[in-house]
Structure formats: C-alpha cells, structure tokens
C-alpha cells in the first residue's frame, strides 16, 4: 500500500498544503514544533478515523478557523486507480468522510480501506506500561484488519459503560434490582461481542507472537527467545473453547458476580480486563526484562504488526514512524531500516543526517512553520 500524497487546510499549524510522497522512504524534517507529527497525525487519521494523539477533533483544527479539511490519495498493489479519501471537520457538527467523492456513513465504513501501522516513542512503553495500552494495541491492528471487529468493540463498549452505570447505580442504592431483566440483557450483549473479540485476539496474538519470535531473534542473533500470549480475565486461552462455549462462559461470569461487582463498582469480567502477557526467556518481561530489552520487545511488536497486516491482507500497510528513531540506540535503529525496506515509510527527525546512508527513491521534506520549505529526492 502506498501514500502518493495528502493535503491540508486549515488542519493544525497547516494553513494549506499538498505533499506527496516516494515509494520508498520519506523524510520529513526540521525543527521542532514547525508541523512534522502534524503531517503524520493528518496521515493516520484515514486509518484510524481518529487522531492518534487521543485529541478532541475540534482540536486539529487551525485555531480560529472554522473548518479543516483534508484528501488522502493512496494506491493499492494490482489495482488500476488509486482511491481517494477526505474529511471535513467542523468546529461545529460532525466530520464528513467521503471514499472517491461518495460520503461515507463513518469512521468505521472507512476504516479498512488505507491501512498504517504508527510508532510513536508511548509505544516504547508498549511492554513495560499497563495493560490497556497492550488492549489498544491489538484493537487498532483488528479494527485496520476486520472492520466488523471494530463494530462489535464499539457494541461492547456501550453495553459495558451502561452496565457500569447500572452498578454505581446499585452501590448508591444498595440494591441489585430495579429490573433484573437489565442485567440479563447486558451481560447478553457483552458476552456475544466478547466472545467475537475474544476469538479474533487470540487467534491474531497466536500469530503475532511467531512473527515476533523470529524478529527477536534476528535482533538478538538468536540469543534471546520471546514469546506473547493473550491472557483472558474469564476464559481460557488455550483457544480449544468454540465461540458458543467462550459466549456461555462470559455470560455466566457477568450474571454470577454481580453483588461483587457492586462492591467493587465496576465490571470486573470481560475482554476490557484481558491483557498480553509478555515473556523473554520464560520470565515475565514486565517484571524481569531490561528497559533495553522491553524496547525491543515492543520494537518487534510494531513490526510485527505490519507482518500480520502483510499476511491477512496480501501487503505491507504503510509505515509511520514518529520521532522514535532518535530514541533507539544505532544497532535497533539499523535493525528498523533493514527491516522496513520493501515497503514505503514515513519518518519523522529533527536530524536528517540520520538517513544520509538511505538507498535510492528516499525523499527528503523540510518542514517549517507548518509550511513545505524544500523537497530533495535521494
Ligand atoms: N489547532 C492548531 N492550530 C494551530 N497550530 C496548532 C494547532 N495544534 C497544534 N498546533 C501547533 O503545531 C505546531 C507543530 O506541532 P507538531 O507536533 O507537528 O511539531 P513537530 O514538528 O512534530 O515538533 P517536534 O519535533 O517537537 O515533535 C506546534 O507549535 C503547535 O502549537
Ligand atoms: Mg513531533
């Protein structure tokens, strides 16, 4: 998959601006705060439906202006047009998303279609930090892969966040029931999405970790051995459980617990409690790995991601890398660009002298004060 250009109005510290890019490697450049996350936040935006920044979409908006808009144009390997995609976003009402003109429902009717792996320096934290990044993780990957993953997530999502009311609900009253008949129905809900986005983690961590074992071991020259696994807060994850029987086990965990989970406030069963366990060498890395050794294991996620994204789909997604080079010692920063050469990278840096050494049809962009200041093609 390849990123031929992207342009902006009114998106950040863009006024207006059109880019495009190499198949290769691009460099974007310059000092800090003139605008270069800002071009990958703008990027990402198409394969995430949102800022990767967690900001509020009023928020990208150029301040005092009224609207920001923005065009993607991508290409997919064997088809003979690329597809176009862009967003306005309104201070007031809601973004429009459209898919070569056509306007598209939402997010999620056009997520799946440009697909990006980021890595950004909180990735680095990806094995040392808490579960809910790992969760994130493995749900941005899916929702890129399966769009019907992401829409049984947003179900689950919903039906917990009531069912949480519910119990602050029941703490404040001290009773269970106002209607036994709610608690049936969302522990119902939960236990149908859940068991979807149970099967599809586990079956992708599976993978996920062999991909990231033969990383690692590259990386280490074979000296060290990973392995990942996903670990389920109410099921087993040996992955011998059918769909029915994850569905009846979630179930009974949301409808047998439930003075418990009054007592603690909160629904304490479900894959919004799941979590990767991560092991280097048998031991558990969050506990026993070096913070050398947790930043390749995150390192090696990230490409891994790309990895599966390659295999389900049949090519690379497009990569993007935030600022994370500067943050990796030279022997990781060399492994990332060996690996990353065969399909079509984004970067970052306020140093351009880092990529000096890169091959031919490498684009150099300097960025300055939100403007394209000068394009070099190596
Ligand atoms: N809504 C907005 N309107 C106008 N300017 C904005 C808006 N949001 C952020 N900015 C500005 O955009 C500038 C550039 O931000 P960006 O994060 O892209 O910098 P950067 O080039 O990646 O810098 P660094 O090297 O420090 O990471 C910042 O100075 C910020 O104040
Ligand atoms: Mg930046």
Request: aromatic share 8%.
């Amino acid at each position: 998959m390849k990123c031929n250009n992207i342009s902006f109005s009114s998106f950040r510290n863009i006024e207006n601006e059109s880019l495009s890019f190499s198949d290769g490697v691009n460099v974007l450049w310059g000092r800090n705060a003139q605008g270069k996350s800002n071009i990958l936040e703008g990027i990402y935006f198409f394969a995430r439906g949102r800022s990767f920044r967690g900001a509020k979409e009023r928020e990208m908006i150029r301040f005092s202006q009224s609207a920001a808009t923005l065009s993607l144009e991508f290409s997919k390997e064997g088809d003979r047009y690329p597809v176009s995609l862009s967003a306005n976003i309104p201070a007031d009402g809601r973004k429009t998303l459209y898919r070569n003109g056509a306007r598209l429902s939402g997010s999620k009717e056009m997520m799946g279609s440009f697909r990006a792996v980021l890595f950004c320096p909180s990735h680095l934290t990806l094995v040392s930090g808490g579960p809910a990044l790992r969760r994130s993780f493995m749900d941005i990957a899916l929702s890129q892969l399966y769009p019907a993953y992401l829409d049984s997530l947003s179900r689950y999502n919903r039906a917990l966040n009531q069912r949480n009311a519910l119990i602050k609900k029941a703490q404040g009253t001290g009773k269970i029931a106002f209607d036994t008949m709610i608690w049936d129905t969302y522990a119902e809900q939960m236990a149908t999405y859940g068991a979807d986005i149970f099967a599809r983690r586990l079956e992708y961590m599976e993978k996920l970790s062999e991909s990231i074992e033969m990383l690692f071991s590259e990386m280490t020259l074979g000296a060290e051995k990973p392995s990942l696994s996903y670990r389920s807060s109410a099921l087993t994850d040996s992955g011998d459980e059918t769909r029915d029987a994850g569905k009846a086990k979630l179930y009974e965990a949301l409808t047998e617990n439930i003075d418990r989970e009054i007592h603690f406030g909160a629904t304490l069963y479900g894959i919004h409690k799941d979590d990767i366990s991560v092991r280097l060498n048998s031991k558990d890395a969050k506990i026993y790995a070096s913070q050398g050794q947790q930043r390749s294991l995150a390192l090696a996620m990230k490409l891994a991601e790309g990895e599966m994204s390659r295999k389900i789909s049949g090519e690379y997604p497009v990569f993007l890398l935030d600022d994370v080079l500067s943050e990796l010692d030279c022997d990781r920063r060399a492994f990332i660009m060996r690996n990353l050469t065969d399909r079509q990278l984004i970067v970052t840096s306020c140093e351009p002298d880092v990529f000096r050494s890169m091959a031919g049809g490498s684009r150099l962009i300097e960025i300055c004060d939100g403007k394209i200041k000068e394009v070099c093609d190596g």
